[in-house]
């Protein structure tokens, strides 16, 4: 596919402040003239202009614009860039037309094995972004990080209010497992945490996303698509948000999330959402924590060990026997990362799921298996593939 018909070029005063040579702009390709070919690349950056699904937060449209002006000024990271930036998404005539546009883009360049990241625009801008693995025939993990969880109905509600909602109704359905991260209870209706209690989704409220960040890497470890929304981060540190609530994750918080995203092997596409330049300070601090957000990904990204073949010698395998069914637990541990994951049989005829029966786990739930009990995980994974 062409895309350069859907692509606008970088306004020039995006470049005005990153000239050094080991700039994150001078290790990239970026759509000046011409749009970058894509083919062979392993990330590619779009901006995102399309403030139509949204309420009283007009201003989203020019974050693409800001975000660039601070990643760009950043260092280089690990690993030998292949990275291209392929300008500014064009709006279609309607809010469903630049979704179909989104869905477009975000699928050539996955079926090309790049890994698209959006950045800018509403975050009801995702429902573009998960219909891109709609015909890739394989079912996949949502993760979504959001002090709201954006389940509203009814035609009242603007987009970015429902498109969670319009996500789970969504035919046909491909969706196998949803993880929300850092909800914040006094903004959300306790039925919607029951409707993915019920489900079998996983939701993690900020405290105890807080209290133990590195509990969370293997459920950032599981997903296919990352939806971030800024909002989830505390107004002191991005206060860019219409929505800035005084609670939420640090901005380092909020980076490290980005970096355990960035490793996930599994992860084909990120969408940094909801920053809104007009709501920002006078140093453009949202900007920056972006711009940094985005660079801590990527440098996870190039840190990937491919820990994916899990019938190779690079693994320790280990069977626990269990007082009941199932018999046993198996759990492969990788050499090269030190991560552990566990296998979850699924039914026969429903071969559909063999993507998603071996998942990644922690070493708390060796070791509470080891003791006879069954973890959370394999009980909610297991009531997903049956």
Same mark, same amino acid.
């Given at each position: 596919?062409?895309?350069?018909?859907?692509?606008?070029?970088?306004?020039?005063?995006?470049?005005?402040?990153?000239?050094?040579?080991?700039?994150?702009?001078?290790?990239?390709?970026?759509?000046?003239?011409?749009?970058?070919?894509?083919?062979?690349?392993?990330?590619?950056?779009?901006?995102?202009?399309?403030?139509?699904?949204?309420?009283?937060?007009?201003?989203?449209?020019?974050?693409?614009?800001?975000?660039?002006?601070?990643?760009?000024?950043?260092?280089?990271?690990?690993?030998?860039?292949?990275?291209?930036?392929? #300008?500014? +998404? %064009?709006?279609? /005539? =309607?809010?469903? *037309?630049?979704?179909? &546009?989104?869905?477009?883009?975000?699928?050539?360049? @996955?079926?090309?094995?790049?890994?698209?990241?959006?950045?800018?625009?509403?975050?009801?801008?995702?429902?573009?972004?998960?219909?891109?693995?709609?015909?890739?025939?394989?079912?996949?993990?949502?993760?979504?990080?959001?002090?709201?969880?954006?389940?509203?109905?009814?035609?009242?509600?603007?987009?970015?209010?429902?498109?969670?909602?319009?996500?789970?109704?969504?035919?046909?359905?491909?969706?196998?497992?949803?993880?929300?991260?850092?909800?914040?209870?006094?903004?959300?209706?306790?039925?919607?945490?029951?409707?993915?209690?019920?489900?079998?989704?996983?939701?993690?409220?900020? #405290?105890? +996303? %807080?209290?133990? /960040? =590195?509990?969370? *890497?293997?459920?950032? &470890?599981?997903?296919?698509?990352?939806?971030?929304? @800024?909002?989830?981060?505390?107004?002191?540190?991005?206060?860019?948000?219409?929505?800035?609530?005084?609670?939420?994750?640090?901005?380092?918080?909020?980076?490290?999330?980005?970096?355990?995203?960035?490793?996930?092997?599994?992860?084909?596409?990120?969408?940094?959402?909801?920053?809104?330049?007009?709501?920002?300070?006078?140093?453009?601090?949202?900007?920056?924590?972006?711009?940094?957000?985005?660079?801590?990904?990527?440098?996870?990204?190039?840190?990937?060990?491919?820990?994916?073949?899990?019938?190779?010698?690079?693994?320790?395998?280990?069977?626990?026997?269990?007082?009941?069914?199932?018999?046993? +637990?198996?759990?492969?541990? =990788?050499?090269?990362?030190?991560?552990?994951?566990?296998?979850?049989?699924?039914?026969?005829?429903?071969?559909?799921?063999?993507?998603?029966?071996?998942?990644?786990?922690?070493?708390?739930?060796?070791?509470?298996?080891?003791?006879?009990?069954?973890?959370?995980?394999?009980?909610?994974?297991?009531?997903?593939?049956?």
């Amino acid at each position: 596919m062409d895309l350069k018909i859907f692509f606008s070029p970088i306004d020039t005063e995006v470049f005005s402040e990153s000239a050094g040579h080991h700039t994150f702009l001078k290790n990239i390709v970026v759509n000046q003239e011409s749009l970058p070919d894509y083919r062979g690349a392993d990330i590619a950056l779009i901006g995102l202009q399309e403030t139509r699904g949204t309420e009283g937060n007009s201003g989203v449209e020019k974050a693409a614009t800001a975000v660039r002006q601070k990643l760009y000024r950043l260092k280089k990271g690990s690993g030998r860039y292949r990275i291209v930036d392929l #300008g500014n +998404l %064009r709006n279609g /005539i =309607s809010w469903t *037309e630049t979704c179909l &546009r989104i869905k477009e883009v975000c699928q050539t360049l @996955i079926l090309h094995n790049v890994l698209p990241i959006l950045m800018g625009g509403s975050h009801d801008l995702d429902y573009g972004q998960y219909q891109a693995y709609d015909g890739i025939e394989k079912l996949i993990t949502m993760l979504n990080v959001d002090a709201f969880l954006d389940m509203e109905e009814g035609k009242d509600a603007p987009a970015e209010q429902q498109h969670i909602h319009k996500i789970l109704l969504h035919e046909p359905n491909y969706l196998f497992n949803y993880s929300h991260l850092a909800y914040q209870s006094y903004l959300i209706d306790t039925n919607a945490i029951n409707v993915l209690e019920k489900l079998y989704f996983d939701a993690y409220r900020v #405290g105890h +996303l %807080r209290s133990n /960040i =590195s509990d969370m *890497e293997p459920v950032i &470890r599981n997903a296919d698509m990352l939806s971030f929304d @800024i909002t989830a981060i505390k107004s002191s540190d991005a206060p860019g948000s219409a929505r800035a609530q005084p609670f939420g994750l640090t901005g380092e918080e909020a980076c490290q999330l980005s970096w355990y995203a960035g490793l996930n092997e599994k992860l084909s596409s990120a969408g940094f959402y909801g920053y809104n330049p007009e709501h920002d300070d006078n140093a453009a601090k949202t900007a920056a924590v972006v711009a940094t957000m985005v660079w801590y990904f990527i440098e996870g990204f190039y840190h990937r060990k491919n820990d994916q073949h899990f019938r190779n010698n690079d693994y320790l395998k280990f069977v626990v026997s269990m007082p009941s069914e199932p018999e046993t +637990l198996n759990f492969y541990k =990788s050499k090269l990362s030190e991560k552990w994951w566990m296998e979850v049989p699924y039914p026969q005829g429903k071969e559909r799921y063999a993507r998603n029966c071996i998942i990644p786990c922690s070493y708390s739930d060796y070791e509470q298996a080891s003791q006879g009990e069954l973890p959370e995980r394999y009980i909610t994974a297991h009531a997903r593939l049956i």
